[in-house]
């Protein structure tokens, strides 16, 4: 699996800014598409590679504020809990 993310660099840019997002990993920092699918676990990585391949597919938006909003509903879906 991270050799098939890592051939993306849409993929692994919007992976790393999800997984390093407060609302993930709070203090620690992930740098590799091989250290978030340990962090995170391969179900978790399928479901970002599907969103952001679906956000891929719609040119209304830019990928940074598609990865941004992703961003804050995980936050408030975590203060939800």
């Not at 391969?42 to 969103?51: P, R």
């Not at 990928?63 to 879906?77: D, G, Q, T």
Request: with cysteine.
């Amino acid at each position: 699996m991270t050799e098939i993310i890592s051939r993306d660099v849409t993929l692994v840019s919007g992976i790393l800014k999800l997984v390093n997002s407060a609302a993930e990993c709070g203090n620690i920092e992930i740098t590799s598409i091989k250290q978030a699918i340990t962090f995170l676990g391969t179900d978790k990585i399928k479901q970002y590679v599907a969103i952001i391949s679906m956000s891929a597919l719609s040119s209304k938006s830019s990928p940074e504020l598609f990865i941004e909003s992703l961003v804050r509903a995980k936050m408030m879906e975590l203060i939800t809990k």
